[in-house]
């Protein structure tokens, strides 16, 4: 019947629809306000590039249609599948090696230690991407406590990317994506997926100390329990200055312990602020310091 088909997409060549000063301002003004990513001019190719193959698949006519769609606030799916397509989940395992290293020599025997006395200990990887981080972080702590998913020691892996939560909680990849794991490693904690000999699924007590949650970094925390380790690395880079020490300042605010440790990217520097709370031991890695002056998070519901 006439009326009830959407229109036919028209790309134009090379499959790209054209994308508008305008409409690239208002789409990456709507991404920064609901995920604090910031996407200057310089990043508007990308933005067509990757956005055009949701119009597409919606069987629009150009970006001001898909605009209407985002903004209206009526389909909340689509805005998950573009914070997908513009989000880049770059990872591997034990990446930025140092980082465990410092971990298990300097940090886990106190926190292994306590964990045996019975008391509370929480990791974090925040921004998790497709799970590499944090399950290279339970390999880590099995390594110096076998025992870990008998006692009180849990991660929280989280992230905003519904779609890479999706593959990090199936804990499913290819061999050669194993490579930078010991033979030990991939021994203990893989056996081969299923369906295909090619690919590896994380199995045991690893993935029993995870638990993997969708969270917005920018809105209120569902938790309030503190965190002995955070790791958040190449994170922070997609966000402007302002939001960036406001992420550290709220880091520090679930770090209430001295001696809590906080591991960011290579790329990345604390704001002068989150200086003040934190001390450099390992070049990237840090050592809480000092109590926030105030709390910077909204409303909170307990840590499960």
């Given at each position: 019947m006439p009326g009830l088909t959407a229109p036919a997409a028209t790309p134009a060549e090379g499959g790209q629809?054209?994308?508008s000063e305008e409409d690239f301002a208002a789409l990456a003004r709507f991404i920064h306000q609901r995920t604090g990513i910031f996407l200057p001019p310089a990043k508007r190719v990308l933005m067509q590039t990757r956005l055009s193959k949701r119009l597409r698949a919606r069987r629009l006519d150009g970006f001001r249609a898909y605009r209407k769609l985002i903004e209206d606030g009526?389909?909340?799916?689509?805005?998950?599948?573009?914070i997908s397509a513009l989000t880049t989940n770059v990872t591997r395992?034990?990446?930025e090696p140092h980082h465990f290293d410092h971990l298990s020599a300097k940090v886990l025997p106190d926190l292994v230690a306590r964990a045996r006395q019975g008391k509370r200990v929480r990791l974090w990887s925040a921004g998790c991407a497709t799970g590499e981080e944090p399950y290279s972080l339970a390999f880590t702590v099995l390594k110096a406590c076998p025992e870990a998913a008998t006692l009180d020691i849990r991660i929280l892996a989280t992230d905003l990317d519904p779609e890479a939560l999706r593959i990090a909680e199936a804990g499913v990849y290819?061999?050669?994506?194993?490579a930078p794991l010991s033979p030990e490693d991939r021994r203990q904690h893989f056996t081969p997926a299923?369906?295909?000999r090619s690919q590896a699924r994380v199995t045991g007590p690893s993935r029993d100390l995870i638990r993997f949650r969708r969270l917005n970094?920018?809105?209120a925390w569902p938790f309030t329990g503190g965190f002995d380790v955070i790791m958040c690395r190449n994170v922070v880079?997609?966000?402007d200055p302002e939001t960036q020490d406001r992420l550290w300042r709220r880091f520090a605010s679930h770090q209430r312990r001295t001696g809590d440790h906080l591991y960011i990217g290579h790329s990345e520097s604390l704001s002068p602020t989150a200086r003040q709370l934190y001390r450099a031991v390992d070049g990237t890695g840090y050592i809480r310091t000092a109590v926030p002056a105030e709390a910077t998070d909204g409303p909170a519901a307990p840590h499960q």
């Amino acid at each position: 019947m006439p009326g009830l088909t959407a229109p036919a997409a028209t790309p134009a060549e090379g499959g790209q629809y054209p994308l508008s000063e305008e409409d690239f301002a208002a789409l990456a003004r709507f991404i920064h306000q609901r995920t604090g990513i910031f996407l200057p001019p310089a990043k508007r190719v990308l933005m067509q590039t990757r956005l055009s193959k949701r119009l597409r698949a919606r069987r629009l006519d150009g970006f001001r249609a898909y605009r209407k769609l985002i903004e209206d606030g009526r389909d909340e799916a689509e805005v998950g599948h573009m914070i997908s397509a513009l989000t880049t989940n770059v990872t591997r395992f034990r990446r930025e090696p140092h980082h465990f290293d410092h971990l298990s020599a300097k940090v886990l025997p106190d926190l292994v230690a306590r964990a045996r006395q019975g008391k509370r200990v929480r990791l974090w990887s925040a921004g998790c991407a497709t799970g590499e981080e944090p399950y290279s972080l339970a390999f880590t702590v099995l390594k110096a406590c076998p025992e870990a998913a008998t006692l009180d020691i849990r991660i929280l892996a989280t992230d905003l990317d519904p779609e890479a939560l999706r593959i990090a909680e199936a804990g499913v990849y290819r061999e050669d994506a194993l490579a930078p794991l010991s033979p030990e490693d991939r021994r203990q904690h893989f056996t081969p997926a299923r369906d295909d000999r090619s690919q590896a699924r994380v199995t045991g007590p690893s993935r029993d100390l995870i638990r993997f949650r969708r969270l917005n970094l920018i809105e209120a925390w569902p938790f309030t329990g503190g965190f002995d380790v955070i790791m958040c690395r190449n994170v922070v880079i997609y966000f402007d200055p302002e939001t960036q020490d406001r992420l550290w300042r709220r880091f520090a605010s679930h770090q209430r312990r001295t001696g809590d440790h906080l591991y960011i990217g290579h790329s990345e520097s604390l704001s002068p602020t989150a200086r003040q709370l934190y001390r450099a031991v390992d070049g990237t890695g840090y050592i809480r310091t000092a109590v926030p002056a105030e709390a910077t998070d909204g409303p909170a519901a307990p840590h499960q």
